[in-house]
């Protein structure tokens, strides 16, 4: 099977579609790049485009998209409600197939020094491309947002860039380039409208409070349904995984005498994530990803075009 | 995406390689189709072949290989010991993508009046594709095999076929023509060397003792492990779900005061089946398998190639 990456940069621009249009023709217009999504967001002033690609065009479209940005954004008027601090923002590269996180950082590192040396840019490694613990979180990274790291950058050494100048750039601001997994957005609904019960609940779970590594969560009434939810972000299924967080919670919820009716899937979910949960719950051994029907067909007819 | 379906011929030979090559050859020598697997075995002196592609790529190269069979392959010399009755003894298609099960049988009757026409060879159609109720039990159709429906063939009238001449082709013999759906293996190990346990939990879930209408189950022994397992086939996962079955096994275990300690599947299993199972445990609502990431990069991919 072929390398894929995906990737998805965040821009600085939410009210003039041309822009992004521009970014986006950019980005594709490097061969063997495919368009997954965009959205603008005119309150927020961004936009998320989402593509994927082997490695080497993965890096090529975004550095396109960068550049590009960097011509048509200018961050001394930008204003909106999301924190932000470049024309574009953030750039997470996500592993799909036959990617390693390694090979992924690798490629993060090649995008900022490119950025760094030809944009003159300040870039810096977030997430799993981060090169200090602090920087693996992009609050943190992005702490004070354009204005407030145009003022600290060459005078607070914390500050320094991983590439580009130890200046702001004050047209195209800084940029944060990183690596994570995809991210699987997981929702469990109770038979209760106690939103203390799913507050508890994501207490138990989350990481910040003790709970699995990479479960981040929140309680939430849903007045529509008279009912509480536990919202969740998984951001690495394989080590925190789908099935383990939900059993948690059934347990925790009958702490209460509460049950859980459903649970949901928000936008994408890798069909990797399904798999181990089917393996969980069967209590299947020795399965292989290469048992799966689809799998087999795309690897023959893979190696017949060879 | 794009419609294709699988073809599992089955051959009476199994014994001279350069044969079946030379049959593969027929097969694969029609545009779009990929071999997907080759079994021989010598003893039963069959050939199983498989191989996917659009449906009209399959219906020709299934003719192609019936055809090269009925020339290669004379069955008034054939031993072995599965049952058989032709040099194509069996050649069911299989919905894999964007194919109805309509649309299947549609494509088996093409074949067979295609077959029976050209080649004259009398052909039932079996499973889905039957005409009748008790042709769809290919065990029923073949009985007696090559020599007792030779003998029969325009004397019973049960044994009219649905296409080809109402007598033998002496050489060629019959063939069956259906449509079933992919089936998955599925074996449940117990923590008990009791084969009347495994028996009585075969008992309790197949279809034919009064179980579950998709599922074949056997007991048996394993002895390297010291346990037994309840061995099934499961020949409509859509309709008899493997996660139903898996949990009824548990409840019927329990009855004993034994539990299920692992499952396996043997060969390949639609990806379909899987995700069944995790929507079940996880209690997931509204999900739909565009929610898969590899789904929407197939079909972001396939959009853009158009």
Redesign the interface.
Known sequence: MAQ?VECVPNFSEGRRPEVISEIIKEITSVDGI???DHEMDASHNRAVVTF?GPPMAAKEAAFRGIRKASELIDMRTHTGEHPRMGATDVCPFIP?AEMTVPECITLARELAAEVGEKLHIPVYLYEDAATSPERKDLAVVRKGEYEGIRDELGKVPSRKPDFGPNEMNLKAGATAIGVRL?LVAFNA?LNTNNIKVANAIAKAIRSRSGGFAFCKALGFEIKERNCVQVSMNLVNYPKTP??RV?ETIKLEAARYGVN??????I?????DA??M??EY???????STA???????KK??QT?KK
């Open positions: 894929l495919t368009l997954l994927v799909i995809p609904y789908i099935h939900f859980v009716t459903s649970s949901e899937i936008g994408l979910v890798p069909n399904l798999v949960a089917s719950y069967l209590r299947l051994e020795n399965f048992q799966i029907l689809e799998e087999k067909l023959s007819a017949q």
